[in-house]
């Protein structure tokens, strides 16, 4: 019983990545984390440390991709949206 | 630091091209058994990576150490839009399916009505647009076989044998993989998988050239961060953080250009085998771009601190290995960037051939009757083609070399492409979207683009006066190509998005909405729009099921048509294969709809060949049908749109209007129910009174019976009296 209850939770987040608001939720937040990046300069960091921050979004960024990816593949069996709508 | 002799590096090219031509020609011999080598998602996402090219693999350093975090823009742009390809890319992919598009004008024009002015005049412009752009990857190419040879980035004039060397080995690359015969699906398999391949060359060496400046040239990530605040200040002196504002912009042209240039719409489109690779490239690609991009940042930083000029950011993964004896990584990155500019020149080349044959060069064919004769050499039309672009492409690198323009050329391509933009969406999601709107408005995009973006790029270039930017044309302020309206807030960029997106948008909707659409638009703009749904047949009405043609007379145009564009052979294979897909093989009569479906697949067939606007012409102008036919299908269409054309809204209504008529059939029918109770009740009432007098008039009767009987009993009775009476009297 917990198992199942454990995986139509883990459905549920999953389906939520596929939805169409969150993704563009997770373009809002990329857009104003990386607006953080020319920020840093009012606390005196250096360019290159900007530049590592930069780095660091985008691989998380990278990583939530790769789970969007993974719900897509995972939930959207049998969805209407695999085949013709 | 150390150099390659110039045959070095020319025999090492030479047998790395062969090795491609090899992996190209393997891969179409097994295309031509029937296995597919490139139908695989990983191919296909790696040949995705057409995207990142020559300017990229060189440029991301060169923009790092001088600009900070700005060459993430275009990376982190593709990255996000990836999250939506799903929806996009398979909209696209089943528009290709169901149309034949086999180029991103051919998209354009086939949505916005099958005009060919709109084919013409976007790949015109894609012209514009892109012609520089394939100039600086061979700049790129150029550059680091000079860097690589002399130690000297700018190549010599003595060089320029061995760059029309590299021209013509592309050239005959291009024609032998991409137009050695005219291929009906325009997919190139051979050419895919050497662009795979290019891909995880590029991936090696950008992550080799990071790993050798972190672990050899520094002693692992900490030492390096540690080295990077010793030299703070060296750093601190060339690199600086551009506006949000900029950065932003930069990430909008490049992220709706990422599917709209015509590389990418082939790769991404046109090469997709199915559709479900989609969803391993929503993952895998962004992957990538992050694998390539990334060392740009330990590179740059590395040839700061090494202490050289940061003019030459652009060749620091070059210049590193040759200034730290590191020959063999020298000559992978040499690759990786040959690599990086060669799948560009390739695909772009093929891409832009095609729109230029289908778009520009067909239509004067089909016009001018003296060119009539040349429809059956496409082909060598196309190969004129390619080297014609190639060749200028090499002219306009010639002629930028050194200028200011140079370091402009990738961000002026891609605002050019980014003219594109609300059309294409527009296309796939605003069914009211036209021609007339698309027209105005990538024309007006584009008027922008040219006076806020290429006009100040030539200034600087010292092509036009100075006073143009600083005073405006004709000494007017306000119209200052760089501040216009006086808008001095903005950096270039982003003052040109602004410009071209309000001109753009505005002029697309404004003509949409001005403008009505034709009934072939309409049908078009409803399939578009709704692709991912399942298609609606024609209507199976009497007139169109008509068994009446004779199918001889129209096998016989449909060859006539083929012939005039390839040769005998080709054209009897692709008549048999016409009628074979429409179910028609050894019928002799025919029907309107069975006519329609062949039409349908000919047309198809044939914009293969030289596009769909001239295939539609074509098969008019061939005389596939008469004036009644014609004029049946026109009935047919109009059908068809009645049943296609109901929005959701006009549904709605419908159903309202439905439900009320409902309501008020059923508030008559209760209005009736009550008089016929009140009509029965009244004679039931009737039927008792009539009952009533019924029984009176019975009663009456029955009376009168007995008083009749009881009259003749008394009568019986005094007749006896008097009989008794008479014999006792005598």
């Not at chain 2, 992050?290 to 070059?318: E, S």
């Not at chain 2, 683009?449 to 010292?462: D, I």
């Amino acid at each position: 019983m917990d198992k199942l209850l454990q995986k139509s939770f883990v459905q549920k987040i999953l389906s939520l990545f596929r939805n169409d608001a969150f993704k563009w939720l997770i373009v809002f937040i990329a857009l104003l984390l990386f607006a953080g990046v020319p920020l840093t300069a009012l606390h005196e960091q250096p360019v290159y440390v900007s530049v590592l921050y930069c780095l660091f979004i985008w691989a998380i960024l990278v990583i939530v991709l790769a789970l969007v990816a993974y719900a897509e593949r995972e939930t959207g069996n049998g969805d209407n949206r695999n085949n013709d709508e | 630091m150390i150099t390659f002799s110039p045959l070095t590096i020319f025999i090492v090219s030479v047998l790395y091209l062969a090795l491609m031509f090899g992996v190209a020609y393997f891969v179409e011999r097994k295309v031509a058994r029937g296995i597919n080598l490139t139908n695989h998602a990983v191919v296909y996402t790696f040949a995705l990576l057409v995207y990142a090219t020559g300017w990229s693999f060189y440029g991301n350093v060169g923009l790092t150490a001088t600009t900070g975090y700005l060459f993430t823009a275009p990376l982190v742009g593709v990255t996000l839009f990836s999250l939506f390809w799903w929806s996009i890319l398979r909209r696209l992919i089943r528009a290709r399916n169901e149309y034949n598009i086999t180029n991103i004008a051919g998209f354009f024009e086939v949505r916005y009505g099958k005009s060919e002015f709109v084919g013409a005049l976007i790949t015109s412009f894609f012209l514009v647009a892109l012609i520089p752009y394939i100039a600086l990857q061979l700049i790129a190419m150029f550059r680091s076989y000079a860097l690589l040879t002399t130690g000297n980035a700018v190549p010599g004039t003595d060089e320029e044998m061995i760059n029309l060397g590299i021209l013509a080995l592309t050239f005959f690359f291009v024609v032998m993989f991409g137009f050695r015969h005219l291929d009906q699906s325009e997919r190139h398999p051979g050419i895919m998988m050497v662009v795979a391949i290019q891909t995880a060359i590029k991936a090696v060496a950008t992550l080799a050239a990071g790993f050798f400046v972190l672990f050899v040239l520094y002693g692992g990530f900490g030492d390096f961060m540690k080295q990077v605040g010793i030299h703070q200040s060296i750093i601190a002196a060339v690199q600086t953080n551009p506006p949000y504002a900029m950065w932003f912009s930069f990430l909008i042209f490049s992220v709706c250009t990422s599917l709209l240039l015509p590389r990418q719409f082939h790769a991404a489109v046109v090469e997709n085998n199915n559709e479900q690779h989609v969803r391993t490239a929503i993952w895998l690609f962004p992957l990538l771009i992050f694998v390539l991009g990334f060392p740009a940042y330990f590179i740059a930083l590395g040839g700061i601190m090494g202490g050289h000029d940061v003019r030459l950011g652009d060749l620091y993964m070059l210049l590193l290995p040759m200034k730290n004896d590191a020959p063999a990584l020298a000559l992978l990155v040499f690759f990786g960037g040959l690599s990086a500019s060669l799948s560009m020149v390739i695909v772009s080349s093929i891409a832009l051939t095609t729109m230029t044959s289908n778009y520009l060069i067909v239509p004067i064919i089909e016009r001018v009757s003296s060119f009539n004769g040349l429809r059956k050499y496409t082909l060598q039309i196309r190969w004129a083609v390619v080297g014609a672009l190639l060749y200028a492409s090499y002219r306009f690198a010639l002629l930028v070399k050194g200028e200011f323009i140079l370091v402009k050329i990738g961000i002026l391509s891609f605002a050019a492409v980014f003219q594109f933009v609300p059309a294409f969406f527009g296309a796939l999601f605003w069914k009211r979207g036209n021609m007339y709107g698309a027209v105005l408005g990538i024309t007006a995009g584009f008027a922008a683009w040219g006076y806020t973006m290429l006009l100040p790029a030539l200034v600087r270039s010292n092509w036009l006066p100075a006073a143009l930017l600083t005073d405006g044309p004709f000494g007017i302020a306000l119209l200052r190509p760089e501040h216009l309206l006086g808008i001095t807030s903005l950096d270039p960029l982003t003052h040109t998005l602004l410009v071209s997106v309000v001109l753009n948008v505005g002029c697309y909707v404004i003509g949409s909405l001005l403008f009505e659409q034709g009934e072939e638009e309409k049908h078009i703009a409803y399939r578009f729009i709704n692709i991912l749904k399942k298609k609606i047949d024609f209507p199976e009405e009497p007139e169109f099921q008509n068994i009446s043609i004779l199918l001889n007379e129209k096998i016989t145009r449909m060859t006539q048509i083929y012939k005039q564009y390839v040769g005998e052979e080709e054209s009897a294979i692709l008549t048999r294969e016409c009628l074979e897909e429409t179910y028609l093989t050894g019928k002799e009569y025919i029907t309107n709809y069975e006519l329609l479906s062949l039409n349908n697949v000919i047309e198809k067939k044939l914009a293969k060949y030289i596009g769909n606007a001239a295939a539609k012409e074509s098969v008019i102008h061939g005389g596939l049908f008469t004036q009644k036919e014609m004029a049946t299908f026109s009935r047919m269409y109009s059908r068809m749109s009645g049943v296609t054309e109901l929005s959701p809204e006009d549904l709605k209504q419908k159903i309202a209007t439905q439900t009320q008529m409902e309501r008020m059939l059923k508030e008559e029918s209760e209005q009736l129910e009550s008089a016929v109770a009140d009509r029965t009740k009244k004679l039931k009432e009737v039927n008792a009174e009539l009952k009533e007098i019924n029984d009176v008039a019975i009663n009456r009767e029955l009376r009168m019976i007995e008083l009749k009987e009881t009259i003749k009993k008394l009568e019986s009775q005094i007749e006896e009296s008097k009989q008794k009476q008479g014999t006792v009297t005598p």
